[in-house]
């Protein structure tokens, strides 16, 4: 299958048609920082953007993706070894990364969140995060990294 | 010189985590790396009469199907020994797949291993297993007839019974009492990250990537169970995403990838299923509890009676210690806990955040709120009145506590006397409003061996510091470096802390609270160590001009030995070495804990919370909580508070989410993130955490007293008394369900 996978045009071959694009991604494109804690659409852990929109690719077959343009963690920040981008920044100075197993899914949802609606009150904040369950933080603090980057603060 | 710790910095491991660079243990990539997936056992208890795996044997992809019938030997299994102890500490004192018996459902029968996940996991739908059922009991209900006083608990290390004074004379001389009786779902821990370990073998030699609390502990229980010497085997921990317990003791998983890897030659992962990680790492029990409380017409405890009844395996005696804090918190002459047990078709239970002091904890603080009640105390007044002024029992001095500051400071921010405290009084439209307070305790335990780190200077100034401890999340890396910058005097982005890895020195498993106060200990000792080691070498040194100067006069800042008095005559760490034609310069600390502290050093908590219940619907809405806490030293506020405040969510989901119901099939019926109900952003209410100053000589060197889970002690009792005097309904059973209000 060939995809675009943040802003690079890749291949991976022998991609059996049940794989998800989480699959693809974590193991056969060397991009593991999309998490897998659910499979089943349950916790956002592995929310990438396709095509622009933000969706958990769990629920993606790996074909769907096809000729497609995916973006994820990664690609936000401009690669792994490259400086934090705002968002990513944001949760750094607000203490909203604790264990960090659902950050990555939730950069992208607040990098969506904000490129939509650059300045949410609270209520949409948890409204857009809904769907991102995070068990070490409480919340608060990921409110306070959205508030912060919304703000330009980070 | 303090400089360093205390501060709020953000975490060191922090980038990585929000980049996507991390790599937990699911994510290191390795050539030729192959998956396993276990397989579980449909029925609780039984055997298996026969498994055909030609099916998946002839699938895509597959290399292996291990089952009970050629899965190779290995070593033996040891006790069950908690890991803080720091040597091998499985989870429960039975490795699957020896025979064909059945003893609890998800139990693992099967192993399969593919080039890929998916052919693995398509693979392990094709096996045919057929199993003769046999009775089984899964709760509380089921054996209750059956049930058994406990000799000992909690792998052996506290008894079944404990006991002082003479709880019956207390209950008789008491001019009040309250009997009560508390029903408590089982929980499961669900991080987000499910538990994965990816091994691989070079000849004899082992490493594996480990999501676990304690390197060591995968280390040593790995040594056993597949009869490798220890010197042979390593486990890497990175990162780990989050445990909450399920991860501080060593379960099958780890070992069954060692086998799969040597028996197709290749690295293997096996990462487990969300459903899998109801049944493969243990769960908090079950359980209910009688209490019975009896207290003089002025509130003064007469007697504490505390019963629990709840099931364990067939394999091991484990009961969270649900009875201890509640059994250390308030000065009571008599009282008497006992330990009930039922032998179930359940996996060993297991630590679960707060193991024991939540459950107990809101038996104690919902019952002497009724006891306030009854006595038209104010619910603070009660506690007040019976402040142990010494631990209970043996009336030793606590080593620290500044548990009247955090009353007092958590009134303040409540607004705790200015509330109504009469029942339903407080109105927000339609909605009934109310306050709610409880006490919060949690032990200082204490590791069983010594804790060592190594600090490495080199000659430019910079310095690494090594501990094999893992961080699941907590920020003791990011604590450890600026007790570490403290300990050496150098400036904080000159130090590296290394870590997660089994291969650097002893520590025991974080776990219990204890892992910042016995690692902090270990790095501080080591770094002072070093301090010191180069202060005695310049004075040694001619050519130093602290050459000859008494060392109690040199003090060290920013990498720089100087006087006290004239910090002019001095020189920098850089200096002294490079003239000595030094690369580096290091030393091994090694910190010997204390005896066992649990019993007169704990860190202690007030909590208030303040809820909105819809009488109509039954709701339940947290607004507020507000923790103050006394944990001792606060190494770094930022990711101490984080801890406290997650903590303090735990509590809430604990009292109005949480629950696992066993299934009438003997199966945990609702094994999904959907079905399993935790706290989302919408359930999160505005908390505000304190910690109040408090220091500690007897702890550890630098008194810490670990704040990973008193935040969560006392939320469910504030939340469940603020339910009362919203409602005038006194709950007792977790969790709290739209049933119990309407
Ligand atoms: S892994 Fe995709 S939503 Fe949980
Ligand atoms: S930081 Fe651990 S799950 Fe969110």
């Known amino acids: 299958m060939t995809c675009t996978v943040n802003g690079v045009p890749r291949t991976a071959d022998d991609v059996w048609e049940g794989e998800s694009l989480l699959y693809v991604l974590r193991e056969r494109l060397g991009l593991p920082g999309s998490k897998n804690a659910c499979e089943q659409g349950e916790c956002g852990s592995c929310t990438v953007y396709l095509d622009g929109t933000a969706v958990c690719s769990c629920l993606v077959a790996a074909g769907q993706a096809v000729g497609r343009e995916v973006v994820t963690v990664e690609g936000l920040s401009g690669g792994p070894d490259a400086e934090p981008g705002p968002v990513q920044r944001a949760f750094l100075a607000a203490g909203a990364v604790q264990c960090g197993f659902c950050t990555p899914g939730l950069i992208v949802a607040v990098d969506d969140l904000l490129s939509r609606n650059p300045h949410p009150t609270d209520p949409q904040i948890r409204e857009a995060l809904a769907g991102n369950l995070c068990r070490c933080t409480g919340y608060e603090k990921i409110m306070e990294a959205v508030r912060l980057a919304a703000g330009g603060q980070a | ?742």
Request: include cysteine; charged fraction near 20%; glycine fraction near 10%.
């Open chain 2, 1 to 742: 010189m303090t400089t360093a710790i205390g501060r709020p910095i953000d975490r060191v491991d922090g980038p990585a985590k929000v980049t996507g660079a991390g790599r937990y243990s699911a994510d290191v990539p390795l050539p030729g790396l192959v998956h396993a997936v276990v397989v579980g056992s449909r029925i609780p208890a039984g055997r298996i009469i026969s498994i055909d795996t030609r099916a998946a044997e002839q699938a895509n992809g597959v290399l292996a199907v291990l089952t009970h019938l050629n899965l190779p030997k290995g070593g033996s299994v040891p006790p069950l020994v908690p890991s803080l102890a720091g040597a091998a500490a499985t989870g429960q004192t039975f490795f699957p797949m020896q025979d064909e018996v059945i003893h609890y459902a998800g139990q693992h029968v099967a192993v399969v291993v593919a080039e890929t996940l998916e052919q693995a996991e398509h693979a392990a739908t094709l096996l045919r297993i057929d199993y003769a059922a046999a009775p089984f009991v899964t709760t509380v209900e089921q054996g209750r007839e059956q049930a058994y006083e406990a000799r000992r608990i909690f792998g052996g290390f506290l008894p079944g019974r404990v006991e002082r004074g003479d709880v019956d004379a207390g209950l008789a001389e008491a001019a009040v009492t309250v009997d009560l009786g508390y029903r408590y779902a089982a929980n499961h821990h669900n991080p987000i990250e499910c538990s994965a370990t990816t091994a691989v073998w070079q000849g004899d030699r082992l490493t594996v990537y480990d999501a676990t609390q304690g390197p060591n502990a995968t280390l040593h229980t790995l040594a056993e169970l597949l009869n490798v010497m220890p010197s042979h085997i390593r486990v890497v921990t990175d990162f780990v995403g989050g445990s909450f317990g399920c991860k501080a003791m060593i379960w099958d998983h780890p070992a069954l990838a060692a086998l799969a890897a040597r028996h197709v030659g290749r690295p293997v992962r096996l990462a487990l299923s969300r459903e899998q990680m109801f049944s493969s790492v243990g769960h908090r029990e079950q359980q209910e509890q009688q209490l019975t409380l009896g207290a003089d017409a002025q509130g003064r405890l007469t007697a504490v009676r505390h019963h629990k009844l709840s099931p364990t395996s067939h394999f091991d005696d484990w009961a969270e210690p649900s009875l201890g804090v509640a059994s250390q918190l308030y000065a009571c002459p008599n009282y008497q806990g006992v330990y009930r047990l039922i032998r179930a078709n359940t996996m060993t239970p297991t630590f679960t955040r707060c193991p024991g002091e939540a459950s107990g904890m809101f038996a104690l603080e919902t019952a002497l709120d009724e006891l306030a009640e009854r006595l038209g105390l104010d619910p603070l007044e009660i506690r007040l009145r019976n402040y142990a002024e010494t631990t209970p029992g043996d009336g030793t001095p606590w080593s620290s506590k500044k548990l009247r500051e955090c009353y007092r400071r958590g009134a303040e921010l409540a607004g705790w006397d200015r509330r109504d405290p009469r029942v339903g009084a407080l109105r927000d439209g339609d909605t009934l409003l109310g306050w709610g307070m409880a006490t919060s305790a949690y032990p200082c335990y204490q590791p069983g061996n010594p804790q060592r780190a190594r600090a490495r200077l080199y000659a430019d100034g910079s310095a690494v510091v090594q501990a094999s401890i893992s961080d699941i999340g907590t920020g003791s890396a990011t604590a450890m470096t600026q007790v570490a910058a403290d300990g050496l005097g150098v400036q904080l982005e000159r130090v590296r802390f290394q870590y997660g890895d089994s291969d650097l020195p002893n520590t025991a498993a974080a776990v219990g609270s204890a892992g910042a106060g016995m690692v902090s200990a270990a790095v501080h000792v080591a770094t002072t160590a070093l301090r010191d080691q180069l202060i005695a070498q310049a004075l040694a040194d001619p050519g130093s001009p602290l050459h000859g100067a008494d060392p109690r006069q040199v003090t060290v800042a920013e990498g720089r030995m100087a006087l006290r008095e004239r910090p002019d005559v001095g020189e920098t760490y850089a200096a002294l070495l490079q003239r000595a034609f030094m690369a580096d310069a290091e030393a091994v600390g090694t910190w010997n804990p204390p005896p066992d502290t649990s019993g007169g050093s704990m860190t202690f908590g007030a909590q208030f919370a303040q809820v909105a219940v819809d009488p109509d619907l039954g709701l339940v809405r947290v607004r507020r909580l507000i923790g103050v806490f006394d944990a001792g030293r606060i190494l770094n506020r930022k990711t101490a508070h984080s801890q406290l405040m997650g903590g303090m969510i735990w509590g809430m989901s604990h009292a109005l989410l949480e629950g696992t119901r066993m299934g009438p099939d003997g199966r945990w019926a609702n094994a999904s993130l959907g079905e399993y109900l935790v706290p989302v952003n919408a359930d999160a209410p505005e908390v505000v955490v304190e910690t109040v100053e408090s220091t500690d000589t007897v702890v550890n060197p630098l008194g810490v007293k670990g704040v990973g889970e008193v935040g969560m002690v006392g939320t469910a009792a504030a939340i469940a008394n603020a339910i009362h005097h919203a409602t005038g309904k006194r709950l007792h059973r977790l969790p709290i369900t739209i049933e119990d209000l309407l």
